[in-house]
């Protein structure tokens, strides 16, 4: 038997003595005497849960968060091979229109705009197994 059933039981038992004790005329007030007890315990139980499962969310969250492999957007490096192929694509285009002309230029920017479509589209579509095994997980 749990502690708590134990206490549950004097607590009942407790009520019913006094009752015994009393009457039947002051019946309603101990069972209402009860039930506030009892609601109080219930309170404290749930409360407690609930705090537990929080912080048990919380820490679920702070160590996806603090991983470097932590699933999410990877704003950062994205934002990085964009920020580095337009600084490139300033003397990539000097250079195809001065030799090759408009035809140069185009193959240039081809190649720019390739490169940055083809890692964005990795990131999009699962770039990583991780990433694979979700999406595959959510189709079953």
């Known amino acids: 038997m749990n502690?708590?059933?134990?206490?549950?039981?004097?607590?009942?038992?407790a009520t019913l003595s006094t009752r015994r004790d009393l009457g039947p005329e002051y019946e309603a007030e101990l069972v209402d005497s009860f039930?506030?007890?009892?609601?109080?315990?219930?309170?404290?139980?749930v409360d407690q849960r609930v705090r537990r499962q929080l912080a048990e969310r919380q820490m679920t969250v702070a160590r996806a968060a603090g991983r470097p492999?932590?699933?999410g957007p990877r704003f950062g490096s994205s934002f990085g091979l964009a920020m580095?192929?337009?600084?490139?694509?300033?003397?990539?285009?000097?250079?195809?229109?001065v030799n090759s002309g408009l035809?140069?230029?185009l193959v240039a920017?081809?190649?720019?705009?390739?490169?940055?479509a083809v890692v964005a589209h990795g990131r999009l579509w699962g770039g990583d197994r991780r990433g694979a095994a979700?999406?595959?997980?959510?189709?079953?």
Not at 88 to 93: D, E, F, I, M
């Open 35 to 45: 039930m506030a007890k009892m609601d109080g315990r219930l309170e404290a139980m």
């Open 103 to 105: 035809p140069g230029l």
């Open 134 to 140: 979700k999406d595959q997980e959510s189709w079953d």
């Open 84 to 97: 580095f192929s337009l600084i490139l694509a300033v003397p990539l285009s000097a250079v195809a229109a």
């Open 3 to 13: 502690t708590h059933d134990a206490e549950l039981r004097k607590e009942l038992e």
């Open 69 to 71: 492999d932590a699933d």
């Open 109 to 116: 920017w081809t190649g720019i705009v390739g490169v940055n």
